[in-house]
């Protein structure tokens, strides 16, 4: 039963690194959302997918890339990291109508 | 665009002391739901409340939904160190899109001194 599962759990890049941040699900789900948690500020939406091939802007996402080829895969790009990307990364899906969000664990990304 | 307000940031408490947490929203939602995370965890979700004014309750949490469905409560009553944890909430505009965006809160940390 593994829900929505994230790798790596941490990582350290340096300034001008690139890397993708994975997330898959095997709920099925056809909504996929990533969002970056700061300390104190809540969770903020990066991008969304409401189904494979289909991707959308949330409230930040600039310095970031997303795809999505299939329903259980949707991963994050960073092209060019910087420090202001230091956070941690959540990974959640959900299912049709009014349904809760599932969380991976999180990645915890340093931009040093 | 749609922001959703929580307070307070932080609560402290001892524990046996009961705990709120408000949630306002600059638009109408049509739904709400709360959401708990622990300390280097993640978000697990705990109710949806759809109806206005409507209450549901959760062993010692008892949910809120404002009348205008524009507010929203989470109340714990006595509380324990298991309580301890960041509490969301996160809204649904009621504006008749789809339903798979969410505004979430900036949440209020809970710590329980035993």
């Known amino acids: 039963n593994a829900g929505v599962t994230q790798t790596p759990k941490f990582r350290i890049l340096k300034i001008g690194q690139s890397m993708t941040l994975q997330c898959t699900q095997d709920?099925?789900?056809?909504?996929m959302y990533w969002y970056r948690q700061d300390p104190g500020m809540g969770l903020k939406l990066i991008y969304y997918s409401v189904g494979a091939g289909i991707t959308d802007k949330g409230e930040v996402p600039n310095g970031y890339n997303v795809s999505r080829s299939t329903t259980e895969d949707f991963p994050l790009r960073l092209e060019l990291a910087a420090p202001s990307q230091t956070s941690v990364y959540f990974c959640?899906?959900?299912?049709?109508?009014?349904?809760?969000?599932?969380f991976g664990d999180g990645t915890r990304l340093s931009i040093l | 665009g749609q922001q959703v307000m929580q307070i307070p940031q932080y609560q402290h408490v001892q524990e046996g002391e009961d705990f709120t947490t408000y949630c306002n929203s600059s638009?109408?939602?049509?739904?709400i739901q709360w959401y708990k995370q622990r300390p280097g965890g993640h978000p697990v979700f705990l109710i949806q409340l759809v109806k206005s004014g409507e209450v549901k309750k959760q062993k010692r949490l008892t949910f809120q939904f404002g009348e205008a469905k524009k507010n929203s409560s989470l109340h714990i009553t006595a509380t324990q160190t298991t309580d301890v944890g960041t509490y969301f909430c996160?809204?649904?505009?009621?504006?008749?899109?789809?339903?798979?965006?969410?505004?979430f809160g900036k949440g209020t940390l809970l710590t329980v001194n035993p």
């Open positions: 638009t109408t939602l049509s739904n």
């Open positions: 959640a899906s959900k299912g049709t109508g009014n349904q809760p969000q599932h």
């Open positions: 996160a809204g649904r505009e009621d504006s008749g899109g789809s339903n798979y965006k969410l505004t």
């Open positions: 709920m099925n789900h056809n909504y």
